[in-house]
């Protein structure tokens, strides 16, 4: 029997890799491994739901069966793998082993969790994919007021679905701004301006140290003596690449699991991308990186070895409250930042000392500008 390639992981990346190699090769035998449902969904649309009235069955896009179907492969769901033997080229499931051909890691990245003092630690929330988002929903249903922790772009997502979802929204970073580290001050308080519009009221600087009970509701304590009213919190503090089993396996990581342009791991016929991979020095937690890796990777496991490359790779946040679009600066790259524009609608360039545009951020009606901008940009990776 031959071995198969196996993917473990079903979310964008994973399934996209699994498409992708479908298109190339029809017939080699394909298994996907995943610790949820494996219900086929866009992980950015998470941020979303609320505004569109969508529960977590309105936001899947197939059931594991379809995907199965489609894929020509088998999909096990609400499995965990308890190890991987690289030397044998097989991995465990508690006492079971699977023989692989090929082995891909796409099991992305696990929410940072936050310490908190009181009782009520089972209502904070990360909303991580669909099961989380469902656990979500369900505890949201019939309340009025929650407490958003983290200003990063996923905080600030979320701050605006539930506020058009109805929700009274507080939101609490230790922060100066929000999306300290993808945004331009500036561009900033023009989202931060757009928020507060909204209704949301952002607590920036202090941290929640205590959430307890009282009566129906909660009672959020921070750092700065402020008691926000409360009935659950979501936690948006950041994402952490999942490297634990990688490394018990011999597997060099840093940031993430640690791969070269072609998707390889330091060791032999095994591979990562996604959110987990670290790809040449870059940890991207975007969609746009994830579909250039799926390609590529494809290529290399039919046989066509293939390095990725990353061109610019602008983030549209979802933030309709203040339309934005960013595109950070390669990392080593020095430039001087203008900003043109008023109110929310806002250019802001960074530009190197010969005048070559290296990043932008993009706010309110500035934002139609993005392709002629995109145009200029340097690639990430060429």
């Given at each position: ?149 983290g200003a990063g772009l996923i905080g600030c997502e979320f701050a605006n679905d539930m506020s058009l ?218």
């Amino acid at each position: 029997m031959t071995a198969p390639v196996v993917i473990v992981g079903t979310g964008l990346a994973g399934y996209n890799l699994a498409r992708e190699f479908r298109k190339l090769d029809g017939d080699s035998p394909l298994l996907l491994i995943t610790a949820d449902d494996g219900r086929s969904y866009s992980k950015p649309m998470l941020s979303t739901g609320f505004a569109k009235n969508k529960d977590a069955d309105g936001l899947s896009m197939a059931e594991p069966g379809a995907m199965a179907e489609q894929l020509n492969a088998e999909v096990r769901t609400h499995t965990r793998i308890s190890g991987i033997d690289p030397g044998h080229k097989r991995l465990w499931i508690g006492e079971e082993q699977v023989i692989y051909r090929d082995l891909i890691l796409a099991w992305g990245a696990q929410t940072v969790q936050v310490p908190v003092e009181g009782d009520a630690g089972d209502a904070i929330f990360p909303i991580n994919d669909l099961e989380d988002y469902a656990r979500f929903r369900a505890a949201a249903a019939g309340k009025q007021r929650v407490l958003i922790l983290g200003a990063g772009l996923i905080g600030c997502e979320f701050a605006n679905d539930m506020s058009l979802g109805g929700f009274q929204v507080d939101l609490v970073a230790p922060c100066e701004q929000v999306m300290p580290t993808l945004l331009h001050p500036a561009a900033a308080a023009a989202v931060q301006t757009c928020l507060e519009g909204l209704g949301v009221r952002l607590h920036l600087g202090p941290v929640l140290t205590r959430l307890q009970r009282v009566g129906a509701g909660l009672e959020a304590h921070l750092s700065d003596g402020l008691v926000i009213a409360c009935d659950l919190v979501v936690s948006a503090v950041g994402l952490r690449p999942r490297i634990d089993m990688a490394a018990a396996a011999g597997l060099q990581v840093n940031r993430g699991v640690v791969v070269d342009r072609q998707l390889r791991t330091s060791h032999a016929n095994i591979y990562a991308l996604g959110d987990c991979a670290e790809v040449d020095g870059l940890n991207l937690l975007y969609v746009m990186p994830l579909m250039n890796c799926a390609r590529a990777l494809a290529q290399t496991l039919v046989g066509n070895p293939t390095a990725v490359a990353y061109g610019p790779m602008p983030v549209t946040v979802k933030t309709p409250a203040c339309p934005l679009v960013v595109s950070v600066p390669p990392h080593g790259c020095e430039g001087t930042w203008h900003v043109e524009g008023q109110g929310i609608d806002l250019k802001v360039l960074c530009h190197d000392a010969e005048g070559n545009l290296l990043g932008y951020a993009l706010t309110g009606s500035a934002v139609m500008e993005k392709l002629a901008l995109n145009r200029q940009l340097p690639a990430l990776m060429a």
